[in-house]
């Protein structure tokens, strides 16, 4: 026999302070005692037209076995819910001999957690005569609110270790949070609380990075070309738009070259490996923990069938179903659903060019010089509204579709919400953002025959130092107005609610001296409260913020969307894995204050992966290689500069020249437009053609590569467009690469927890053995 030793890997989190489990063993479980509140607890209003439904219902659960408790407060009643020990007994034994959950610890005692799951379940699925089932109840309102209750003792101390904000920079007692909220809760808070940990690298380099751009503000040669010019540029919109100075742009050229230099070349590479890393090292310590709980070979689908015959011993099993019919409905909503987002992407587009016109005509001075950020700017802040309401019809609409499915268990759902309403948010955030990073400024077409929405409004332009800082300016302002707004949001809105709650009912009574001194000790089975103090209890609870299966989905799709912002598009805004770290850091301790103390207890999940969202963190890093390689070897300005350098720069043909090798560049990224041109004469009228100052110009300058008599594209553009290609499938090439050595050099479990597993099974085999020759002897004396 192997004694039992704690693995590495959480003694590994617990030195860099991502747990603090204080030396304790994650396998044990607290004793267990009947609760001194019950297990789950129903309110109703008191109203005579509803009083039949629910007797009805609650006489269903009395022929199961279960204790029930009402209690009368005004016009609430309150009916506390008690299973019976027979009933934990059998769910015991299913699950020992069933195939996948018999090694789970749950099989030699029942904790309170999973006695609250056992309830929660049957409460569910118990039906009154008419076939309404407790959900219906609700819906109709014959009761009010079901919860399960808050143990006082143990949320007094995760108030102290962890929900408090002066924990803001301590580990998490995950054991602790396993043991109150179950396995799904605890998982949750040990990826966030890795994730967080793993965000300092690249949040440290992001600002290398930034800083190294800053470090050329003054002595780079492409910002003293564009500062230094008196290049006079094309007009950005027709009518009252006029011609302007390049080195109008000075300081939009300094905030380019800030996200837009070589450094971000090889941070978008390190994003990418650091991605692989994240999840591998992610896979290693969920393996730890859940061999250490005992639930490595649990099955969330096969505790739903034990838990069916724990409520009804005659049950028929709900067979897999299949139906071509809804399978091809579901994808025609789905891909409607998404043309509907990308639709709402063109609205955007459509937005902000006539909003840069508007601004353009208008008479504040520096909102017509800078019409096109402006319109930029209100673009980002209304696709933020936007994905505030989307999200909303995004749950619906997915809801919707996985009751057309028609979906065998609470899982199965779970993982078809999962999928389809990441689906929704990730369009709904990220198809602006691919306009803004592969079309804008690409699609606008040039002086003579420009691109234009319905005839009328040009399409936008870029900026003759690049395209990258509008993607930074649309980036920036969504992730900071999303994680500021939503988690002001977050934490205000429980705490609003919990408060009017206090004020319409009255002040609680204080507990009595007796049942105070049993909220605090082990108790006997079957010690109980007064009913006051019960009433106290349930009345606390009630108060509470109401909270549902998907709870926790919104916590893990906020994070996963927050993710996708930071490897996706990282190579235009280093700076997010630094907001991403701020942002985590206080989002863990919101998440806990509000589980612990605003909201109802969640009812305990027991589970050994993050589930889905797994493979939805693959597929974001798999899709965070092909769009870094897209945005600097198409958005950026990394490609033209690499070839102008080594192609057509001072330094082209080898010889070393007394200039810097990157002089010209701008001047070489700038057609000329001469309005004697015959194409010309009515793109422009001649009050357009008036520079600041008061002089007429016969020609202006504008960002592409074409030629001066035809306006063809000339063979630099190819050159470029060959060699923009050529990096995007090196690049991508080699991360992968590098991603599948970092994804196999990193095995996804340790040594010692194979081993434990292999130990643990075969004692366990050499146990039952020696039960049944016990029998047999027993059997044959």
Known sequence: MRGHRRQPSIDLLELMGVVKENGNDQSSIPPVQTPLSYDYVLVAKTNDHQDRKQIE?????????????????????????????????????????????????????????TRIRIVHFILNHTHIRSGESLRNLMKMKV?????????????????????????CLQGQ?????????????????????????????????????????????????????????????????DKRCKVWQLSDTCTYAKVSLLFDNNGTVLF???????????LEFWKRHRASYVCEWKVSDWCEEEEEL??????????????????????????????????????????????????????????????????????????????????????????????KLCEIEETRSFAATEKSFTVKMFTFQFFTYFSSLFYVAFFLGRINGHPGSYVRISGIWRLEECHPSGCLT???????????????????????????????????????????????????????????LCENCKLRDWLSNYRLNDVDSFSLFHEFLEMVIQFSFTTIFVAAFPLAPLLALINNIIEIRLDAIKMVTLERRLVPKKTNDIGVWIDVLEAIGVLAVIANGLVIGVSS???????????????????????DCMSGYINNTLSVAHLDDLNLRNEFSASQMITTSGLNVTSCRYKDYRSNEDYNLTPQFWLILA?????????????????????????????????????DKLNRLKEELSSFQARLRSDHP
């Open 57 to 113: 219902y609650i006489e269903e659960l009395k022929k199961k076995k279960l204790k029930v408790t009402k209690i009368i407060d005004d016009d609430l009643v309150f009916y506390g819910i008690q299973a019976p020990k027979e009933m934990f007994e059998r769910y015991r034994y299913l699950l020992k001999v069933s195939d996948a959950c018999n090694w789970s610890s749950d099989q030699n005692i029942v904790p309170l957690s």
């Open 143 to 167: 009761f009010e609110a079901k919860f399960c209750l808050h143990e006082k003792k143990k949320q007094r101390e995760l108030k102290e270790n962890w929900a408090r904000w002066t924990a």
């Open 173 to 237: 007692p995950i054991t602790a949070v396993r043991n109150y909220f179950g396995e799904k809760v605890a998982l949750y808070y040990l990826w966030l609380g890795w994730y967080t940990f793993l965000l300092i690298p690249p949040a440290l380099i992001g600002v290398i990075v930034f800083l190294y751009g800053l470090a050329f503000f003054n002595s780079s040669p492409l910002i003293k070309e564009v500062c230094e010019a008196d290049t006079v540029m094309c007009p950005l919109c």
């Open 268 to 278: 978008a590479m390190f994003m990418a490996v650091w991605a692989t890393l994240f």
């Open 306 to 399: 034990i838990l069916e015959i724990v409520n009804n011993a005659n049950c028929e099993p709900k067979e897999y179903k299949h139906s071509y019919l809804r399978s091809t409905l579901v994808l025609i909503c789905v891909t409607v659903m998404i043309l509907v987002i990308i639709g709402l992407t063109h609205a955007l587009v459509v937005f902000r060019v006539i909003a840069a016109v508007v601004l353009a005509e208008g008479s504040w001075k520096f909102l017509s010089t800078h019409s096109n950020s402006g319109a930029m700017m209100l673009g980002a802040v209304l696709h933020y509204l936007i994905i505030t309401v989307m999200t909303r019809i995004n749950r619906i609409v997915a809801m």
């Open 470 to 528: 509008d993607l930074f300016i649309q980036m920036a302002i969504i992730m900071v107005l999303k994680q500021t707004i939503s988690n002001v949001f977050e934490f205000t809105g429980p705490w609003f609610c919990r408060w009017f709650k206090k004020r319409r009912t009255k002040k609680l009574q204080r507990k009595c001296a007796h049942c105070y001194l049993k909220d605090d000790s082990e108790v006997n089975h079957g010690a109980e």
């Open 637 to 659: 300005d990394f490609i033209p500069r690499l070839v102008y350098r080594y192609r057509y720069g001072p330094c082209a043909n080898g010889t070393e020249a007394d200039i």
């Open 723 to 759: 060699v923009r290609f050529a990096f995007v499938i090196l690049f991508e090439h080699v991360v992968v690469i590098c991603k599948f050595i970092a994804a196999w050099f990193v095995p996804s479990a340790p040594l010692q927890v194979k081993n434990d597993r292999l130990f």
